[in-house]
């Protein structure tokens, strides 16, 4: 039994090696050239406890130059809404492509840097690598958001979605259209206190 599993983590472990990767060169090629996102934007619960949404994502098909699997997507965790994620991914498992976060956009998450700067509960940026993956990032100054946490008012989510697709030239075609995650769907107002800090 234990030999059985042992063949089956080894070729796991072959087949992962054989995934495309991509490359530093690669991945800043992808953002400087951009693409179009011209589909709707469609939110699924990703992640659910004791029967109850606790995760919403979208993912938008981006069509470039280049023909690569390219996706930009947003991720809201429901019992913190003011803590989501944007994000442009490349690769696809299924085209054994090892898939890398290209670009990733944290609203008031956390994050320390390799150096030991540190993001309490702060906005910041991810820049990919290939060493060091997400590791590194920085504090944006071009995303349209109340800082604090919880924010005054909830976010304009469109709005964000927006800019950060502008950042990573990501043109929005005819066929974009914007649906709100439906956060108020999951949560009645009365029973949660979605805009408090937990």
Partial sequence: MADQRMSRVKES???LAAFRRLTDTEA???IAQGGLADEP???TVTRTRNGRPTEIRTKVR?????SERVFIGGRIILERPWESHW???WGDRRHHEDPESVRRLDLR????NPDGE???RRTHKHLWSAEMNNRVAYTPDDIPHDPAVPPVSPDD???IFEAFAAEVHVELGPEYEWSDPPIEEYFDAAETTMWEVP
């Fill in 118 to 120: 540190v993001w309490d």
């Fill in 41 to 43: 934007v469609v939110w």
């Fill in 109 to 112: 998450d956390d994050h320390t």
């Fill in 13 to 15: 472990v072959e087949a």
């Fill in 28 to 30: 800043e090629k992808l």
């Fill in 87 to 89: 994000v442009v991914v």
């Fill in 62 to 66: 981006v069509d470039n130059p280049s």
């Fill in 157 to 159: 989510y469109r709005a």
